[in-house]
């Protein structure tokens, strides 16, 4: 699967309804399933559950119109038989190794914040303002403001999230360049 692939409304709605022709029983299947696969990532040591629930339902969504047709029985056992390759990919990826007790450099910390300022910058106003508002609370009212941001927007929840990971990745991966440029 392509790396900037995006659920679009069109295929979130054909994995609804494939997994169930009611609207709303496909919505609770679909809550179930992604809780059911957070869970899964969790009790796997995955330290962000959320993404990758929401990366084997992209992958899935995304194999729609490979196998939708002739797939026959429960949908939700595929999602883990993805799950775990998407496990398997993360646990091979080299984990972030823990900070060593080190003096605090303010030239590098200066360094990263300018360069964390020079890629919000770029950012379009839309996804800053997108970002911003999505990261702003805390607590229990975070969910309930993010439901309503959702509205707001037309898409999912879901779609919400993950339109903010891929923000959040191509901000990490401007910072990481810039950093790179100044140190290089």
């Known amino acids: 699967m392509k790396k900037n692939w995006e659920l679009s409304q069109e295929v979130f709605d054909a994995l609804l309804t494939w997994l169930d022709p009611d609207r709303d029983q496909a ?12 869970k899964f990532f969790t009790t796997r ?4 559950p959320e993404d990758l629930a929401d990366e084997t339902i992209n992958r899935v969504a995304g194999k729609l119109k490979n196998i939708g047709k002739d797939f026959t029985g429960d ?4 999602f883990y ?13 080299k984990l972030p190794q823990p900070m060593l007790a080190s003096p605090i450099d303010p030239n590098r910390i200066e360094l990263e914040y300018n360069c964390l300022e020079r890629c919000i910058e770029r950012l379009s106003k839309e996804n800053r303002d997108l970002l911003l508002r999505y990261h702003s609370p805390d607590g229990r009212v975070e969910t309930d403001l993010r439901r309503a941001l ?4 037309g898409i999912a929840p879901n779609a919400l999230r ?12 401007c910072l ?6 100044a140190n290089g």
């Open 27 to 38: 919505a609770l299947k679909y809550e179930k399933i992604r809780s059911g696969l957070i």
């Open 45 to 48: 040591g995955a330290l962000d």
């Open 75 to 78: 949908p939700e056992p595929y």
């Open 81 to 93: 038989r993805v799950a775990r390759f998407v496990i398997m990919e993360h646990l091979r990826k």
């Open 150 to 153: 959702a509205d707001e927007l």
């Open 162 to 173: 993950i339109r903010v990971h891929r923000i959040r990745q191509g901000l990490k991966e």
């Open 176 to 181: 990481e360049k810039c950093i790179e440029r």
